[in-house]
């Protein structure tokens, strides 16, 4: 599987402003510096997996959301990427309790 950086910067920057973020402030929320941003956009620099993990932190995502195309995703529905997207904003105690609800509905259903 090949990734393309500025594919995969495309989507970080929509997302920023999606979010009304400048560069300066995904820069500050994800402790990626400034410079590296700019270097990925302007000179087309390959990030490492290290500033894919960081920015997808500042989102709220998995780094995986950011690697890979939509058609990667192959047979994922729309529900079960809506689903996937609120996974990762919810907080480590929201994770658990969604688990535990989940795990009681199949628990009935068995």
Do not use: H
Not at 94 to 107: D, I, N, V
């Amino acid at each position: 599987m090949y990734f393309d950086s500025k594919e995969i910067y495309g989507k970080i920057d929509k997302m920023r402003l999606d979010r009304g973020w400048s560069i300066y402030r995904l820069a500050e929320l994800s402790g990626v510096s400034e410079n590296t941003l700019y270097s990925w956009r302007d000179r087309g620099s390959s990030p490492t997996l290290y500033v894919i993990e960081r920015i997808a932190d500042a989102f709220g995502i998995s780094p995986v959301y950011l690697l890979l195309k939509d058609e990667d995703f192959g047979r994922i529905g729309r529900e079960e990427k809506e689903l996937a997207e609120c996974w990762y904003g919810l907080t480590a105690e929201q994770k658990t309790a969604l688990l535990e609800m989940l795990r009681s509905f199949k628990r009935e259903t068995d």
